[in-house]
């Protein structure tokens, strides 16, 4: 099983910004085409990194990702959050406040894993194990990286690590599948969090204590009239 959890990935400090370049040619039609914008690019500004675990701190993050990302807008916004999708990881020696180097993801990346993962999902949601094994075998295949993991006394464990964000996204929806792995929408925020045997309790409602807190003191704002015009 990769190491997903402690998989880190930049995201730039100063934002990402959106260009169309003059597209040389247009990839074949597959089952995992769809919407096009050609060539547009979603490109990083250039600032110092800040680094996430998102592997570890969303663990239902390809689910997020395969909603979110079906319009330019909404991969904008998840890329601003979580970075950019088929980089190479840097080094993990660089310093965090270096700048990271030109980087650009053709929109057309995010589209295709996107639905890529819809699919997965949805086979997973309709129970149909085989139909999500079959498409994840198919047309997933990620290829992470090896490196080797101290596990003490002297001793290393070979381990397999992703070495994208895209990457890292496949091989946890790969988990989902091998693993049963059951997920449910916070009814707070956009957070997919795992419920079940090892996770939180079938009756959990939301990601976090935070947003627990946040939604309850939402609504009773909206029973008491607080905050409407007078």
């Not at 080797?148 to 070979?158: I, M, N, T, W």
Request: hydrophobic share 35%; glycine share 8%.
């Amino acid at each position: 099983m990769s190491d997903l959890y402690t998989f880190r990935w930049p995201v730039d400090q100063h934002g990402y910004t959106v260009e169309h370049i003059e597209a040389d040619h247009r990839a074949p039609d597959t089952i995992l085409s769809g919407r096009s914008d050609g060539g547009t690019f979603i490109r990083a500004r250039g600032g110092p990194p800040r680094y996430i675990e998102p592997m570890s701190e969303h663990p239902g993050l390809w689910r997020r990702f395969a909603e979110e990302c079906v319009s330019l807008d909404g991969i904008l916004s998840f890329v601003t959050e979580f970075g950019l999708l088929g980089a190479r990881a840097p080094r993990q020696t660089w310093a965090l406040q270096s700048p990271l180097p030109p980087q650009q993801d053709n929109i057309e990346h995010f589209y295709r894993t996107a639905k890529l993962l819809s699919l997965i999902l949805w086979a997973i949601d309709s129970k149909d194990i085989e139909k999500a094994s079959e498409l994840y075998t198919t047309y997933a295949r990620p290829m992470p990286s090896s490196t080797l993991f101290p596990v003490g006394h002297g001793k290393y464990e070979l381990r397999s690590v992703p070495n994208s964000l895209q990457v890292a996204l496949l091989l946890q929806a790969g988990q989902a599948i091998a693993g049963g792995l059951r997920y449910r929408k916070c009814k707070n925020c956009p957070e997919w969090f795992r419920i079940g045997s090892g996770a939180f309790t079938s009756r959990r409602e939301f990601c976090s204590v935070r947003c627990r807190v946040a939604w309850a003191r939402k609504h009773k704002r909206e029973e008491t009239g607080e905050g409407e015009h007078s």
